[in-house]
């Protein structure tokens, strides 16, 4: 993540440093992580502001944009949580206590809170039944019928199901 190795050499922070501080974040935390400071460097680069130390007007306005694309709030919260780990803003504040950047979230909150609701899991299961023998389905039914049923043992969220890669997963053969 070189935008953030920038940030940590403009406060003489060094590689070895870099290293462990970086190794503090999980992979998924990474992955997730990158994608909003690719946004973040990019939304800045395009209205000439200065990423590493921008006005929180800013980070304001970047934030407001995914609410308006339909992002909830747990989503625009982790946008909040990647700027905070490496953005300090022009006032000397940090993105994640910054009293304008909180009182948005909680707006984001308000306007649109958490699903919450409760559905019977054997509905689901009882569709799925239904999509049988696995060589008669098309790829497209083959395909939710495994996710659904991937989410559903592993307890994972569906926006999680993004982060699998193939490469890690390993076949046994201990039948």
């Not at 070895?16 to 680069?45: D, E, H, M, N, P």
């Not at 700027?83 to 909680?106: A, E, F, P, T």
Request: glycine share 6%; proline share 3%; aromatic share 8%.
């Amino acid at each position: 993540m070189p935008v953030v190795r920038q940030y940590y050499e403009t406060r003489g922070v060094s590689r070895s440093s870099f290293g462990l501080l970086v190794a503090s974040w999980r992979g998924g935390t990474k992955k997730q992580y990158s994608g909003y400071i690719k946004k973040w460097t990019a939304f800045c680069l395009q209205r000439k502001i200065n990423h590493l130390q921008p006005p929180v007007v800013a980070v304001l306005d970047l934030l407001s944009e995914l609410f308006d694309q339909g992002l909830t709030h747990s989503v625009i919260n982790c946008a909040r949580s990647a700027l905070s780990s490496y953005v300090s803003l022009d006032d000397g504040s940090v993105v994640r206590r910054n009293q304008l950047v909180c009182r948005l979230l909680k707006g984001v909150f308000q306007s649109r809170p958490p699903n919450t609701e409760v559905w019977d899991v054997q509905v689901v299961f009882t569709y799925l039944a239904t999509l049988h023998p696995v060589e008669s389905l098309t790829l497209k039914q083959l395909t939710s019928k495994f996710i659904m049923l991937l989410l559903l043992v592993s307890g994972q969220r569906g926006q999680t199901i993004h982060l699998l890669d193939i490469n890690h997963m390993l076949v046994s053969n201990d039948n």
